[in-house]
C-alpha cells in the first residue's frame, strides 16, 4: 500500500516537498512514479525513480525545479517542488512498480501500484 502525503498550498515561487511512503512492500528494486492531475485532463508523468540504482527521470515541464529521491531505510520516495507555479497545481499520485522498461516509465497504465493521491495547490 502506498501513502502519499504533504500537500497543501503554496504561493508561486514557493517551495513544497511530498511524500510516498510504502507499507506492507519495499521500495527495492521497485520503480517510483509521481503523476498529476487536474480536473478533466489525463493523468500526467511528472518523474520517477529507479530503487536500483537511484536514477532519475523528470517530465520537461518539471526539469530544473522538481527533485525526486528515496529514503531506502524508510521505505519513502520524496518529490522537492521548488519554484511552483500556478499550473502546477493538482492532485499528486504516487505510484510504484517492480517491472517497467525505460520506455514505459511515463506510462501510468504500467503501474500497478497506487497511492491515494495529495492535493498541491500553487496561488498566483
Known amino acids: 500500500q502506498l501513502q502519499a502525503s504533504g500537500g497543501g498550498l503554496v504561493q508561486a515561487g514557493g517551495s513544497l516537498r511530498i511524500s510516498c511512503a510504502a507499507s506492507?512492500?519495499?521500495?527495492?528494486?521497485?520503480?517510483v512514479g509521481w503523476f498529476r492531475q487536474t480536473p478533466g485532463k489525463e493523468r500526467e508523468f511528472v518523474a520517477a525513480?529507479?530503487?536500483?540504482?537511484?536514477?532519475?527521470y523528470y517530465a520537461d515541464s518539471v526539469k530544473g525545479r522538481f527533485t525526486i529521491s528515496g529514503n531506502n531505510a524508510k521505505n519513502t520516495v520524496y518529490l522537492l517542488m521548488n519554484s511552483l507555479r500556478p499550473e502546477d497545481t493538482a492532485v499528486y499520485y504516487c505510484?510504484?512498480?517492480?517491472?517497467?522498461?525505460?520506455?514505459?516509465?511515463?506510462?501510468?497504465?504500467?503501474?500497478?501500484?497506487w497511492g491515494q493521491g495529495t492535493q498541491v495547490t500553487v496561488s498566483s
Open positions: 505510484a510504484a512498480d517492480s517491472s517497467i522498461i525505460l520506455s514505459s516509465i511515463r506510462v501510468p497504465s504500467m503501474y500497478d501500484h
Open positions: 525513480i529507479r530503487f536500483n540504482g537511484g536514477h532519475t
Open positions: 506492507g512492500r519495499t521500495f527495492s528494486g521497485q520503480t
